[in-house]
């Protein structure tokens, strides 16, 4: 992974980046941008020769807008100009998205950051890096050239180096999610997902971990996560990880789907809709990385992650559209739908947390519906909630982190569509409403803990078709970053 570091005077200046920052209107004047001042002066001549370069390549200053001088000869020998908007640590993000992608050719770069400048900037600009550097690739052909590190120049580099460690600690973790979901389903079986979250486990002390599988499941009776997994040659298991610092107050129990492919089942997806459901355990993914790097920052906060993980596969001893499944604990489902199946496996996992281990919040993340993408797009998931201050406080760290969601509401009148003539539900209604009615039929799987739970609807988000900010093409770990924000705020 890229290499960052603070330094208070630059060890060397192959290409130094300069910021630069909109000139507001009311302040007159015939330029729209400026230089931003710069913490470490730049070489004699450096600062009025990009000065004279702002109003000269018509630079506005927004975040992410870029031009490059050359200087042949000289040090530095590439002078960047930069736009960091106004300066929010968004911008930043996004600048350094832009950077990041811009600079692959170069093996060092130095950028002169402004004094008294912000954690929010450093984090921003270090997520930015990280993030939009990243590339999934499984072939034995060299790959893309890529920028291989950089200075930042601050007035106290020590001052900044717990805020890039927690930066590239969140990145470190995004990009695992990345990796996770990105790989095909050929290698990713159930098992395969456990042994990679257990060995990246191994390096982290404190955390617990349980997995388990076909034998273990029907014993305690998680017949959802069973009938889901039970048409694949590669059997179900739930992973259960624990990460209890002594301090720790709270604990949250964070839950995601794990389907690490999706053939529709019975109910079969067409060749389109079916090519890349191997993302569609990103909300596992997203959980279980959120969970390392609770433990990785040390974060005081009990954190219990759950994560049922199956192929939904077509066979013979696949489940078909009609069954009942009775789920743990008892309650029954009867399904017409098969590639309705990740509400299922959820139903299970959603109802151990409740009876056993009684946490003081449940939030799970899932690539639950198409439905979702109708409603909000591919950028937003949709974030369902009783509790109005959980709500708000997820929607604050998603904000914070640079990712998107919008409350959705959980109309009552809606619950009656998931009424059955001879199960206790109906799993998958067919009056419309499908993200609501999904997030109303797990509700019913939270028991008394229904105030305290939020469900986070992420498909359209787990997804980028092309290179977009700090996102590349391909998985987006979407929900690590959010995560991680909300458990080092949960008091």
Not at 46 to 75: D, F, K, N
Not at 221 to 242: D, H
Not at 468 to 485: F, H, M, N, P, Y
């Amino acid at each position: 992974m890229l290499a960052i570091r603070p330094l208070a005077e630059p060890e060397r200046l192959d290409v130094l980046v300069l910021p630069v920052r909109p000139i507001d209107p009311a302040a007159g004047g015939d330029a729209s941008a400026e230089l931003v001042p710069a913490a470490v002066t730049p070489p004699d001549g450096t600062t009025e020769e990009a000065a004279a370069l702002v109003p000269a390549a018509r630079l506005s200053g927004r975040a992410g807008e870029i031009t490059t001088q050359l200087r042949p000869g000289l040090s530095p020998g590439r002078l960047v100009l930069l736009g960091v908007g106004d300066g929010g640590e968004s911008s930043w993000r996004a600048a350094g998205a832009v950077l990041a992608r811009s600079a692959v050719d170069e093996t060092h770069i130095t950028i002169a950051l402004p004094a008294e400048v912000p954690p929010a900037v450093i984090r921003g600009l270090t997520e930015g890096l990280l993030l939009a550097s990243y590339r999934f690739r499984l072939t034995d052909a060299d790959g893309p050239p890529a920028l291989g590190s950089v200075d930042l120049l601050v007035a106290d580099p020590a001052a900044h180096e717990d805020t890039i460690a927690t930066a590239r600690t969140t990145a470190a973790m995004t990009r695992f999610a990345r990796d996770l979901t990105n790989t095909p389903s050929s290698v990713k079986t159930p098992q395969w997902f456990a042994d990679q979250v257990t060995t990246a486990a191994a390096d982290l002390p404190g955390l617990r971990l349980t997995v388990r599988g076909p034998a273990e499941l029907a014993a305690e009776g998680f017949g959802g996560i069973l009938a889901v997994g039970g048409g694949s040659a590669s059997g179900p298991r739930l992973l259960e990880m624990e990460w209890h610092p002594a301090d720790a107050r709270t604990h949250v129990v964070l839950i995601g789907k794990g389907i690490t492919f999706d053939t529709g089942g019975i109910s079969i997806k067409p060749v389109p809709a079916m090519k890349l459901m191997r993302k569609d355990m990103a909300g596992a993914a997203a959980v279980v990385a959120a969970t390392l790097g609770a433990a990785a920052l040390r974060l005081p906060v009990r954190v219990t992650t759950l994560t049922p993980l199956a192929e939904n596969m077509v066979s013979g001893s696949a489940f078909r559209p009609g069954d009942v499944i009775r789920h743990y604990g008892g309650t029954t489902s009867e399904t017409t739908n098969s590639d309705a199946e990740g509400r299922l496996v959820l139903a299970d996992a959603l109802t151990y947390a409740v009876r056993q281990l009684r946490p003081d919040l449940i939030v799970d993340l899932a690539t639950l519906t198409g439905a979702n993408a109708v409603a909000l797009g591919k950028r937003t998931a949709a974030l369902y909630s009783e509790n109005d201050d959980l709500a708000a406080d997820v929607l604050a760290a998603v904000e914070a982190a640079g990712e998107a969601a919008w409350r959705m509401p959980l109309h009552s009148d809606y619950v009656e569509y998931l009424g059955s003539e001879i199960a206790d539900l109906y799993s998958a209604p067919t009056q419309g409403a499908g993200s609501v009615t999904a997030a109303l039929y797990l509700r019913e799987f939270t028991g008394d803990l229904r105030d305290r739970w939020l469900h986070l609807d992420m498909s359209a988000p787990s997804w980028a078709d092309g290179d977009q900010a700090e996102l590349s093409r391909g998985a987006t770990g979407w929900g690590v970053r959010s995560l991680l924000r909300w458990l080092a705020a949960v008091d």
